[in-house]
């Protein structure tokens, strides 16, 4: 009866359900580090922190989080322009290689999930993050970084660079000392292209094309290049990995005072250099053609599909397929531009309907006979 009589506010306390507290940037980056890395990566933008909140405010649509980051992007005043520097600058946490079994300076496994069961964890939350936790402390221990940002944490220094090189040479330059590899073309193209502040339309030089497919939606860029009917020889045919690198590249800018390069930061990066027997379409097959893909984060899909169509867009240059395979690189594979027309759809077509269901209506009139009746285009069911 004690429990009858309670005021009706402690039940009410007592029922209501807890909303659940919106999780941390952090927490965001250290449990869906691959989405965040998505994320900068089709935005064009390494913010993690930044990232982490449009992910959350878009509830894990990755291409809402982007559309959120390109926005914040367009607001942010230009400071300046890095340097350019080397891929093999990158020091990697990861570096394998198809090709070759022990390529020079080694390889690096890494953290990477191919090599774990493929089973559903069921194990409770609170000991799935203890799990992370510790995951991410022995990573920083054997120095397999993976960029995510860590409030207090700092990179530790590197102490075995006598067991694995953490900045290896390109196995492109094995490839090209064996003269295998077709050598690099002369590119009328001094200065790349900024997609961002120019539209790039066929006809672009190679540095819009590959800008476009490093900010392409993964998806899009992984069907272009696997299912689609620009793939020559079939799937018989297909390229090899040459070496895939995840790994920190250094961001220089120069010192307003000195002009001397100074190191400001570092970004992490996924590169792929693909081979494939295919050349292009007015040579004879003498030299493997060599495909080339690097984004933002750990995306090795997105960077291996990036080096195969790379070498699908060198093989028809010159060709009459070329304007083709540009269109369909430069137009049909940016996330915003493929999703804004289903955006579109769910606007109201209210005339539009009405006026192709009394075209419907008078064609089935006219079909009939001048006697036929039926409901007034108007009406509604």
């Known amino acids: 009866m004690s429990t009858m009589n309670a005021p009706a506010a402690s039940v009410t306390s007592a029922s209501a359900p807890s909303v659940p507290a919106a999780p941390r940037p952090d927490q965001l980056t250290e449990r869906l580090g691959l989405g965040i890395d998505r994320v900068m990566a089709e935005s064009g933008l390494w913010a993690p922190q930044l990232a982490a909140r449009a992910f959350g405010q878009a509830r894990g649509d990755v291409t809402r989080a982007t559309q959120l980051l390109r926005t914040h992007r367009t607001s942010l005043p230009r400071l300046g322009r890095s340097l ?77 660079e006598d067991e694995v090189e953490r ?87 120069e010192h307003p005072h000195t002009g001397r390069p100074v190191t400001v930061g570092d970004v992490r990066v996924s590169e792929v250099v693909s081979f494939h027997s295919l050349t292009r379409a007015s040579e004879l097959p003498r030299h493997l053609d060599v495909g080339y893909g690097m984004c933002f984060g750990h995306n090795e899909r997105k960077a291996i599909s990036m080096a195969g169509a790379d070498i699908l867009l060198g093989h028809y240059e010159g060709t009459e ?43 089935a009139a006219h079909q009939a006979g001048p006697h036929r009746t039926g409901p007034h285009p108007g009406d509604t069911a």
């Not at 066929?202 to 094309?209: E, W, Y």
């Not at 594979?333 to 077509?349: A, M, S, V």
């Open 321 to 363: 397929r070329a304007a083709g395979l540009q269109h369909d690189v430069l137009l049909t594979l940016d996330g915003l531009d493929i999703t804004g027309y289903t955006e579109h759809q769910k606007l109201p077509h209210h005339a539009e309907y009405r006026s192709v269901l009394e075209r419907a209506t008078a064609a």
């Open 167 to 253: 900045a290896p040479g390109h196995v492109l330059s094995v490839f090209r000392e064996m003269d295998i590899v077709a050598p690099p073309g002369d590119h009328d193209d001094p200065e790349p292209y900024d997609i961002t502040r120019h539209p790039a339309r066929p006809g672009v030089p190679r540095s819009a094309l590959l800008q476009t497919m490093a900010r392409a939606d993964t998806g899009a860029l992984l069907y272009l290049w696997y299912g689609s009917e620009w793939k020559p020889g079939g799937q018989e045919a297909h390229e090899v990995p040459g070496e895939l690198r995840h790994g920190f590249l250094p961001i220089r800018v």
């Open 84 to 160: 350019p520097v080397r891929a093999g600058e990158l020091r990697v946490v990861r570096r394998i290689s198809s090709a070759f079994r022990n390529p020079p300076g080694g390889q690096v496994l890494g953290r990477t999930l191919d090599y774990v069961g493929r089973l559903l964890d069921l194990l409770p939350e609170e000991e799935g993050r203890q799990r992370a936790v510790l995951a991410s402390e022995s990573a920083h221990e054997h120095h397999d970084h993976h960029g995510h940002e860590h409030p207090g944490h700092e990179h530790p220094q590197h102490g075995h």
